[in-house]
Structures are given as C-alpha cells and as structure tokens.
C-alpha cells in the first residue's frame, strides 16, 4: 500500500491526511514505520503545519509548506519531540518530504548531502562505481512535456557523470523522451515500482547497471564463492559477502582510502589500523576472532570496556555494506571477540604499497599480510 501514498505525494502537492484517509493508504504496520522515522507526523494545527516560526523544521520540504516556517538541515526532525494531536480528537498527519529524503540517503548508503535544486527537484546523493559518478535526483513531479527542464539538469548535476530521476509513481512511456534522456545519460525510475515498503531500500545498483560497461556491471554483483569457500563460510559461520580492498594508497590529512563492494571509502587513521588488524586476522585461516584485550593491549581502542571505536567503525562502513548492516560485518560474538564477518579471500589489497605507508602500524600489520 506503500505506493498509494506515493501516488497521492505526486498527485496532492499540499496535502494534509485526515486519520480515514491515511487508513486507505497505508497498512498500520506501515504508518507506524514512517511515524517512528519521523517521515509521517501528526498534525497539531488545522492548515496541516504542526510547527511555529521558530522551529527548526523543514518545512518548506514537507508536502505542506507554510510560509511561517524556515528551512533547516536535513536530520532536524529528528531532535525534535513529537507534536501533540489536535485536542478535539480530529487527527491530521503530513508527510515530511525532507525527513523522507533524508531517511532514503541515510539507509541506501548515499554520498553528498541532500539539498533543493528547484521548487521540485532535489538532490538526493551520490555514488561512485569505479571511476563513473552517478547522482540520485529526486524530482516531486515528472511531465513528459517539460523535457527542456529535465535536460536542465544536467547542467544542475554537472559533476555527476550519470543521473538516475527518482519520482513518487509516475512512468515515462514515451520512448522518444525516454531515448532523449538516455543520450543526457539520464534515466527515470518511479519509487513505487522499486522501493522497499518495509525497509525503504532502493535497489541502487540494478538502476545504474545500464549505464555502467559489462565488466564494471559484473563488480557491483557478489561473486559466487567457489566450493571450497563455501564450504569456508559455512563452517567459520561467516555472515556476510562483502568485500573489501585496501588500495594502499598514500593517506591525505590522516584519511585512507578504501574501497567497500566497489564503493570507495575513506578512514581516519584510527579506524584504518584497527580495520588493517582485523583483516590480518582474518587472512590468517582460522575465522578471524580477536579478543578486545588484545585489541587494547595493542593499542587499537582506547579501554578494553569501551565500544566507541567499533561503533565508529561500523557506522562508517554500514552504508557501502550488502545488507547496510556494521553489526553484521563487523561481529561481535558476545564473548567479547571482534572480527571482519566475511571469507578471507573476499579481502584483497596492495602489499607494496602498505609497505611504503607512512604510519609505522601499518607497515607493521602490511609484513603479517600473506
């Protein structure tokens, strides 16, 4: 049902939903979902704005603008408490366009910030496959007949060498302007045929592979593990198939550089260390588990009881990881062992290189390397 308020954000530029309204649209299952991230509130006045001039709330990005409200960042809802309901017992609810941006940039691992491009365009985000730059567009409208305007974007989207129109519902059937935006290396996606209900997960990689060469397509799928890695996986209870490479190239103002499922990544020298020494671990064959004293005693977290170290980890990579899941890519086996839940051979690097790194820890774990 989750396309049916996408269909009605498309077509209902300012709506407010009354409680009967938003039953039709919705399941509760998913209107609880959205309420909790924020991206769908209870209204506390009638004209639908449930905030005051002074609020830090986009509203101008919400699918009711009111012009007693100012522009903020793209996560302000998420510091705010929840507006209290109308007293009469008339509920209303709107959908915040910001918040529902954010959320989407945030869980599909996008790069860049979100921000408004024109009155319905947005710029939702990048990615980089190799050395090709796609960005995300999020457009509230699409009309076959303003192609100058989607054509217009590209000069907005410069930088980007591919763009990929995202849209509540709407399909472009005409080939002649489906064609047209393919030569300006543009194509249109409507978020009802691909998104996620539950997780609002957009199914990134299936939307750039036509722009992408045959061999670059091939990197941003898994490869399928040989037999004996499978056999690998299964005994050391690996839980992930992402895969890592470690460039080695020389760090520019203590950030390194790596690169997560094609994804390129950069750590502080901090979180490159301790990532190096799990990876060394893990080449080692023997299911990779550290235990945290070593891990202190080796300088690699500040405290034996401290968890900041991974959590920064974590939520550095989650974005570029398969199932957008740290926890799960770096695990911890409730016995207080850590390690890189993914098979050994999924982890490649550039051995010279690490040599010649400046940090001496990392030359250090670079001579464990096989």
Not at 149 to 158: P, S
Not at 187 to 197: F, S
Not at 284 to 306: A, R, Y
């Amino acid at each position: 049902m989750m396309n049916r308020l996408l269909e009605h954000l498309e077509q209902f530029h300012h709506s407010v939903l009354s409680e009967s309204e938003l039953h039709t649209l919705l399941t509760p299952q998913e209107s609880e979902n959205l309420m909790q991230q924020r991206i769908l509130m209870d209204c506390a006045e009638p004209h639908g704005c449930a905030f005051s001039a002074g609020c830090s709330h986009a509203c101008p990005m919400c699918s009711y603008p009111h012009k007693d409200c100012i522009e903020a960042g793209p996560l302000a809802h998420e510091k705010e408490d929840a507006p209290v309901p109308r007293e009469n017992g008339m509920r209303r609810y709107v959908v915040c366009l910001r918040q529902f941006l954010s959320v989407l940039h945030r869980i599909n691992g996008l790069h860049g910030r979100v921000h408004r491009l024109d009155r319905d365009g947005f710029y939702l985000g990048r990615r980089v496959y190799g050395n090709r730059r796609v960005g995300f567009v999020f457009l509230r409208r699409i009309d076959e007949r303003e192609l100058l305007k989607l054509a217009g974007l590209r000069h907005l989207c410069r930088e980007d060498e591919f763009l990929v129109l995202l849209n509540p519902s709407f399909t472009i059937e005409n080939l002649f302007i489906r064609h047209l935006l393919h030569l300006e290396h543009m194509v249109q996606k409507p978020l009802a045929q691909c998104l996620d209900p539950e997780t609002l997960e957009i199914p990134l990689e299936e939307m750039v592979s036509e722009f992408l060469q045959p061999e670059q397509s091939e990197i941003l799928r898994s490869a399928p593990l040989s037999k004996a890695q499978a056999l690998d996986h299964q005994r050391f209870e690996f839980l992930c198939h992402d895969r890592l490479h470690v460039p080695g190239t020389l760090p520019t103002k203590r950030s390194n550089l790596i690169h997560l499922n094609d994804n390129p990544l950069r750590l502080g020298d901090a979180l490159f260390v301790l990532l190096l020494y799990l990876a060394v671990e893990l080449k080692k064959g023997e299911g990779g588990w550290v235990d945290k004293i070593t891990l202190w005693e080796k300088g690699l977290v500040s405290s034996p009881d401290s968890y900041q170290a991974y959590s920064n980890l974590r939520n550095t990579l989650a974005g570029s990881l398969l199932k957008k899941d740290g926890a799960a890519f770096i695990q911890n086996d409730g016995s207080k062992r850590y390690r890189i839940s993914t098979h050994p051979d999924c982890i490649t690097y550039d051995k010279a290189k690490l040599l010649n790194h400046p940090d001496q820890r990392v030359k250090a774990l670079a001579r464990e390397l096989p």
